[in-house]
């Protein structure tokens, strides 16, 4: 069981649509990263929240914390063909461990 | 800046040998977290050293080891290895500073595979 829950696993979309990926957990984490994984690579971070409800923009990108920091949402506005890969979200500050990870979603978005 | 390199990136061996996998961070990081990735269980924290001393640890056996060097490169060993430690290896440097500020730079991973 792991302890951050991704959903969906799978996402396909065309290009021009738009996507949303969540994060969810039971435990409560001082931090919560967004990472994208292509393939051959490691994780590359996207983005880092911090506070209770905070929202952050990046270019198409909108990352959410939930209110209580169990949760998170990563959605992308009218999606490319670059967005393409393993979205992984991570959660700080559980049992001692340096990141916890989610099992990953991969979005394939189709030109 | 260079980033974190691993070496070797791709390595074959059979059940029960051993194998040391070796990670440079980027210059200046003083820490090195290292994870296991696999299909079925994702991304896993091994372990993280900062200034030579092992400061985290995950729920792995005692066959998975590190250490770290003086000059913060690391190295991982995993003995009598078994077909389920066939996974990317995935070492990630860091500055080392508590809290969220303290952003992970991963390598680009060592894939192994145990026969």
């Known amino acids: 069981t792991q302890l951050l829950e991704q959903s969906p696993q799978f996402l396909s979309i065309q290009e021009g649509e738009n996507l949303t990926v969540y994060c969810n957990s039971s435990?409560?984490?001082?931090?919560l990263q967004w990472y994208r994984q292509e393939p051959g690579e490691g994780p590359v971070l996207l983005v880092t929240?911090?506070?209770?409800?905070e929202v952050k923009k990046l270019k198409r990108l909108t990352f959410q914390f939930g209110d209580a920091r169990k949760d998170s949402s990563l959605h992308i506005t009218a999606a490319q063909p670059g967005d393409t890969g393993l979205y992984l979200c991570?959660?700080?500050?559980?049992?001692?461990?340096?990141?916890?990870f989610g099992a990953g979603t991969t979005v394939t978005v189709r030109a | 800046k260079a980033g974190v390199t691993q070496t070797p990136r791709y390595l074959i061996k059979t059940r029960g040998q051993q194998v040391t996998l070796s990670c440079s961070p980027i210059?200046?990081?003083?820490?090195v977290s290292w994870y296991q990735q696999t299909p079925g269980q994702g991304l896993q924290f091994l372990f993280e050293y900062f200034s030579e001393t092992q400061r985290n640890k995950g729920n792995f056996p005692g066959r998975f080891s590190g250490r770290q060097f003086s000059n913060s490169r690391s190295e991982m060993n995993v003995s009598t290895l078994e077909l389920g430690d066939s996974a990317l290896y995935l070492c990630?440097?860091?500055?080392?500073?508590?809290?969220?500020?303290?952003?992970?730079?991963f390598g680009p991973g060592t894939r192994l595979t145990v026969l």
């Open positions: 929240v911090v506070t209770g409800g």
């Open positions: 210059s200046g990081h003083r820490s």
């Open positions: 435990s409560v984490f001082s931090s």
């Open positions: 991570a959660g700080e500050g559980h049992r001692g461990y340096k990141l916890s």
């Open positions: 990630a440097s860091s500055l080392g500073l508590a809290g969220a500020s303290d952003t992970q730079y």
